[in-house]
Structures are given as C-alpha cells and as structure tokens.
C-alpha cells in the first residue's frame, strides 16, 4: 500500500531530504507547514504544503527530462498542485538559496483578498496571526457577498434584528459600535472588525431590562451556505442586576466564510453566560471576535465547542473595567481532518480585586491544527487580581500539530496569576490498565479522551449545556472508526 511505502521512505530519507524536512518542519516558512513522503492520488510527493497547494521535490539530478517525471508532474498539476524541484546538491550546498526559492513561490500562491474590496487580510507576518495564515485558508474561495442567515429562536423577548439603516440603531448601540476597535491601536491586525463595520446590515441586538432574572436561554443558530460570504454582527448590553443566556449554534454546508463580530457589555452586577458549538462545514472558515466590557461585579461565563471547519478563529478581548468582576472563558477543541482551530485570547485587567479564569482542553488527530494564544494583561491599577490559564493539548496522531503561546503581562505588584500549557500523547500506562481490565483499545482510548475534556466541561454551569456537550464529544470519539496514524514525527 502507498502508506506503508510512505512511512518506510520517511524512514529512510537522503541526506538531503533530512536536511530540508528539518528547515522546513522548524521554520514554518510565513505560517505555512509542510508534510513529508505525503500520499497524493497515485504518487507519494517528497514535501507538500497543502494550504497553498505547493509541492516541493528533491531528486539526485537525472529527472530533468524523465518521461515518468514529467508525467508525474503533469498529473500532480491537473490535481491543481505546483511543482518545484531541487537537485540534492543544491539542497546540500546552498540550503538558503533553496528556501527562498520556496518562500518566493509561497507568496506568488497568496492571493489579495479582502471583504467589500478594502481592508488587506491579515497574515502570518502579524504576531497574533503567526499561526493562522487566513489568505491561504481562502485561496480557492470563490465567493459571493450574501447576507447572514440567522435564526433566533428560545427566549427572544429582548431580542431583535438590525434594523436597515445605522440611524434607526438605539443610542446605546450605535455608542457601543462606533467604540475604538479592541486591540486595534497594539497589534494592527483588527482588518476583520474593521470589514463588519463596512457591512453592517446583519445581525441582532439584545437588550436585557435592569434587574430581569431570565432563566430560559436565547438561542441563536448561524446557517452558512456554499459559495457565501457573509459578515454579521452582534449588540449586547445586560443591564444592571439583569441574568441572560445565550447559545450559539454554527453549522452549515460546502464553501463558505462567516465573518462574525460580537460587542457585549455586562453591567454592575449582572451576570451573562455565553456558549458556543461550532460545528461548521469541513470546508468552511468562520472568523470570530468578541469583545467584552465588564462593569463592577459583573459575571460573564463563555463555553466554546470548536468542532468542524477546514479553518475557525475565535479571537475574545475581554475590559475588566469595574472592581470585583469575575470573567471565566473555557472551551473544547476537537479537531480531525485537515481541520485547523485557533482561540486567541486577550484579557485586560483594569481594575482592582478582579478574577480571570482561562481553562481549554484540544484534542486533535489526523493532519489538524491547533491554535491557543491566550494573554492576562494585568494594568499598574489592577492590584489583588488573580489570574489563572492553562491550555492542554492531547495529540492522537504524529501528523498533528498544537502551537500554544501563554502570556503574562503583569504591572502590578499585588496579583495571584498563573499561566501553563501541556501537549502529550494519551498515557499508555493508563490505556495498558484500562486494557489490562477487559475493555477494547477502542473504548479505552475514548474513555481516557472523555475524562481529559470533562475535566473543562464539568465547569460549565448551564446543566443543558454541559449535556449537550459531553453528547458532542461522545458523537465525535464514535465516528473516529480507525485508530489515529501513531507514527511520530521526531
């Protein structure tokens, strides 16, 4: 079987071939990541980066003008892939020289996009963007502008969508969409937000009344159809002493890209749970920001399910603006495929006697990507804060990828922050009892799965919500029929 041929020529590499995979694998050249002796069609291709569809091959010298070559060739070329060779002796004596050539040919294959034709996309060359390259994502896009397809359904008294033109907005909305974009004046990669703002048509505004108690949820399902591109946007205020809840579904069939912005205030003493299932199309890319402003003793709770699209993006930039405000931000990232899922973090504390808790657990297998940047920003006025992150990762497959980047930014002298991240295997100790017991390989491996992402899910508060999870995941473990590829890259 190719395979089993692949996986003994990764094996048996030349000098060469090591020589490259190694500047390759490390450097990420731009954000993109290369596959070794990787199975296409009929042929195994020595290096390919699938997010632009380019191939890169090493021979000794003498293909130049190989009938079977130029075959291959022209067949990897109708599969819609670019082929460049290099000789061994270039790779071994000017290594450099090669790299460039590839990083040239990676740019020529980065298309310009962007939304309503202004605004460039960001890039891997931008810190928060490094891992996420969002133009290769897109490349072979080809879509039409159309509008968002949202349906609100649950407790949608205080609920309602856009209206047509800006100056029908309330006050309070139009203050609260016109605010400084988050993050925009450090970083410069806010184009995504700034694109929403030049299509603001779609969306709904939810106003929740002081001191409302509303215990049944609203419940919002996004809808993406093929070959649409739509942005939408979403207005939240829950005003003084007020309790809400709102879960978002996202699903949908074939191409398409969402562009999602969410602007939230919670208000003193009121308290905002916030949950998300993501489950788009395996060839989707949804691109989401939130931000949210917290007042004095103001609850927000935030759940994320990341669980389908060829690319997701959850950007979150959380003001503690008020005293005594609790924020807790958690989710589950299980990715298969060629699935690729990143949650990028910001929380600026900027007030006193203030809690943060971050908590995400990633399983990914296959040839996904996972992506967790999270950030505690702790301001000289923020004394007593506590902080907590922590990231973990549980790799099934040696062809998956985790890039985890905790930070800690701390200006105070007065705080309890702690950051930490892990990335591993499953514990083959525990799997070889489990087994040891009488239960299958296949069950034992789902049960040691399961305990690692209750260990977030069981923080959920929502009871509906925390079923409805573990129901998910367990759906999830069941269609992965065949143990994961456990050869490991070294």
């Not at 020589?19 to 990420?28: F, G, K, P, T, V």
């Not at 892939?81 to 990083?103: A, C, K, P, S």
Request: glycine residues 6%; contains cysteine; charged residues 25%.
């Amino acid at each position: 079987m190719l395979k089993d041929k692949a996986r003994n020529l990764r094996k048996n590499q030349t000098d060469a071939e090591k020589r490259i995979w190694n500047a390759l694998r490390n450097r990420q050249i731009d954000g993109n990541r290369f596959h070794r002796q990787f199975v296409i069609g009929q042929y195994i291709v020595d290096f390919v980066c699938r997010e632009k569809d380019l191939i890169v091959e090493i021979d000794g010298g003498q293909h130049s003008d190989n009938k079977k070559d130029i075959e291959r060739t022209q067949y990897l070329e109708k599969e819609g892939y670019r082929v460049i060779r290099f000789w061994n002796n270039d790779v071994m004596n000017n290594l450099e020289g090669v790299l460039q050539d590839i990083t040239k040919e990676l740019e020529a294959l980065t298309p310009t996009l962007s939304l309503k034709g202004e605004g460039v996309l960001p890039t891997p060359k931008m810190e928060r963007w490094k891992y996420t390259n969002l133009p290769a994502k897109l490349k072979k896009f080809d879509l039409q502008e159309g509008e968002a397809d949202i349906v609100l359904s649950g407790m949608t008294d205080y609920a309602y969508a856009f209206p047509k033109v800006m100056d029908s907005f309330p006050t309070w909305a139009k203050e609260i969409v016109n605010k400084p974009v988050p993050g925009e004046q450090r970083y410069k990669d806010m184009m995504l937000w700034q694109a929403a703002n030049d299509v603001l048509k779609n969306g709904f505004i939810l106003d929740v009344p002081a001191n409302e108690k509303i215990s049944k949820a609203l419940e919002i399902t996004y809808t993406g159809h093929d070959k649409k591109q739509t942005t939408a946007r979403q207005v939240i205020r829950i005003a003084e002493g007020a309790e809400m809840t709102l879960i978002e579904y996202q699903l949908g069939a074939g191409q398409y890209w969402n562009n999602i912005v969410t602007q939230v205030e919670v208000a003193k003493g009121a308290s905002f749970k916030h949950y998300r299932f993501q489950e788009n199309s395996d060839e989707a890319v949804v691109t989401q920001n939130t931000h949210i402003v917290m007042a004095e003793r103001a609850d927000y709770e935030a759940f994320t399910f990341t669980g389908g699209g060829k690319a997701s993006r959850n950007q979150v930039h959380v003001d503690m603006m008020g005293e005594h405000a609790v924020c807790r931000l958690n989710g589950v990232n299980m990715l298969d495929g060629s699935e690729h899922g990143d949650t990028t973090i910001t929380v600026e504390h900027q007030a006193p006697n203030c809690n943060s808790f971050q908590n995400y657990r990633t399983v990914v297998t296959d040839t996904a990507t996972s992506v967790f940047q999270g950030k505690i920003h702790v301001h000289k006025i923020a004394q007593k804060t506590d902080g907590y992150q922590m990231a973990k990762s549980l790799l099934l497959s040696g062809q998956a990828t985790v890039n985890t980047k905790p930070e800690l930014e701390i200006y105070a002298d007065d705080v309890k922050c702690s950051h930490g991240a892990t990335t591993g295997r499953l514990d083959e100790e525990a799997l070889f009892y489990l087994q040891s017991r009488g239960i299958p390989e296949a069950q034992a491996r789902n049960l040691l799965i399961e305990a690692f992402v209750n260990e977030v899910i069981e923080e959920i508060s929502h009871d509906d919500v925390q079923e409805q999870t573990a129901h998910i995941v367990n759906q999830w473990l069941t269609r992965e029929d065949e143990p994961a590829n456990e050869e490991w890259l070294d």
